[in-house]
């Protein structure tokens, strides 16, 4: 007898496959609705394993269990993206994007203790997020010049079922900071949404400037921890507006580099 965390498993596997194969063949619609039950499948196991392991409300992640759930949530928004986009369905195509740049921030708050094959498939997950933002802006181009649009049946329905998943999913440990010890401490997502955006990078200095003031004097105290989890209610949405606009883009990292600079000497 199977327990109820590898029956999800299991329906996350079957769902995931029915998916690949509905959207390589160009079904998008039969593709989300499997992507759906994906999503929720996983959120369900990873819910049933946090409650198993959890120990005083505390969740305790193995670095290398916590990448691998980041990677497969990752990687599947990146596919619901896609279909949205192939149907035309762009306010949920970009929003999801966002959700999925927000999983890989997260993941490169540990870029540094990557393996060779977690480098690679962060940097597919990069590259994946360039083809859709490229891709998302031909579907529209071409849906403007006339190009017809797939019905789409039960769409409020999918898409809500995909839409509270992801908001479940991002309030479960996996997606939370983690101590040294493995704990989760905090209940937003972990890395620098405007800063990423404003120096087109996630590996920049000052970067880990910001992160270290948030953990050490930010996280440290119940203000802080307000204003932290206020900064990533807002933060992709403004991202998103700064990525898209060269000259806001320069003067946020110019102010940015001065705040920087004001944290490295607090820090001192």
Not at 128 to 136: E, M, T
Not at 209 to 234: A, C, H, M, W
Request: proline content about 3%; hydrophobic content about 35%.
């Amino acid at each position: 007898m199977t327990s109820p965390y590898e029956d999800m498993l299991e329906n996350f596997t079957l769902s995931m496959d029915r998916g690949d194969f509905f959207q390589k063949n160009k079904k998008y619609q039969q593709a989300l609705q499997e992507y759906a039950d994906a999503l929720s499948s996983f959120r369900l196991a990873v819910s049933i394993r946090e409650n198993i392991t959890g120990s005083g409300g505390r969740v305790r992640y193995e670095l290398t269990t916590r990448l691998k759930y980041l990677f497969i949530i990752a990687t599947l928004l990146g596919k619901i993206t896609a279909c949205y986009a192939g149907v035309g369905q762009f306010k949920e195509s970009n929003y999801i994007l966002t959700k999925q740049e927000e999983i890989v921030a997260i993941l490169a708050r540990y870029e540094r203790s990557f393996t060779a094959k977690d480098i690679q498939n962060y940097e597919d997950l990069r590259q994946n997020i360039d083809f859709n933002k490229s891709s998302l802006t031909l579907q529209q181009e071409l849906i403007q010049q006339g190009q017809p649009v797939q019905e789409f049946n039960n769409f409020d329905e999918i898409s809500n079922k995909i839409r509270k998943s992801i908001k479940e999913i991002l309030s479960l440990g996996v997606c939370q900071f983690m101590s040294p010890d493995g704990t989760s401490i905090s209940n937003s997502s972990s890395s620098c949404f405007i800063a990423t955006a404003a120096y087109s990078t996630s590996t920049h200095p000052d970067l880990d400037t910001f992160r270290n003031f948030r953990d050490e004097k930010l996280l440290t105290n119940p203000v802080g921890k307000e204003l932290v989890s206020l900064y990533y209610q807002i933060s992709p949405s403004i991202a998103q507006y700064v990525e898209k606009r060269p000259a806001i883009k320069a003067f946020v990292r110019q102010q940015l580099e001065r705040l920087a600079k004001w944290m490295r000497k607090d820090l001192t």
